[in-house]
């Protein structure tokens, strides 16, 4: 398994921008997929992010396309997620996640990804 810790969350006007960092320890980054999700109280662990093991590739969820860029970098073996442009409705708990398996597309569900942070809070204020 490998370990991942969040960080960067709190509370934030609407426009404002945060910028979320997931380091990783246990193992290098390098050979995973790696996610961002979050979770609104009262509804579902949802889809925000996702970027293939070389960076190369990456994918978002409609809702955040042109306001969050995620990026990766492997020598520091952490993940991050640049939120611009926030919104009310981006409150959420926000988690990183890992996808160990090998030989796979990058995924955008969470029942595919192996191991995962203990979540860092964003709050945006109207």
């Known amino acids: 398994q490998v370990q991942l810790v969040e960080s960067g969350g709190g509370l934030v006007q609407a426009g404002s921008s945060l910028r979320l960092s997931c380091a990783a320890s246990?193992?290098?980054?390098?050979?995973?997929?790696m996610g961002w999700f979050r979770q609104a109280p009262g509804k579902e662990r949802e889809f925000v992010a996702a970027?293939?093991?070389?960076?190369?590739?990456?994918y978002y969820v409609d809702s955040v396309k042109g306001r969050f860029t995620i990026s990766r970098d492997n020598a520091k073996n952490t993940v991050y997620l640049q939120m611009n442009s926030l919104k009310p409705e981006d409150t959420a708990l926000y988690y990183c996640?890992?996808?160990?398996?090998?030989?796979?597309?990058?995924?955008?569900?969470?029942?595919?990804?192996?191991?995962w942070g203990q979540g860092t809070q964003v709050t945006v204020s109207s």
């Open positions: 996640a890992a996808d160990l398996r090998v030989g796979v597309g990058v995924a955008k569900v969470p029942s595919a990804y192996d191991s």
């Open positions: 246990g193992r290098t980054l390098n050979n995973y997929h």
């Open positions: 970027i293939s093991r070389s960076g190369g590739f990456t």
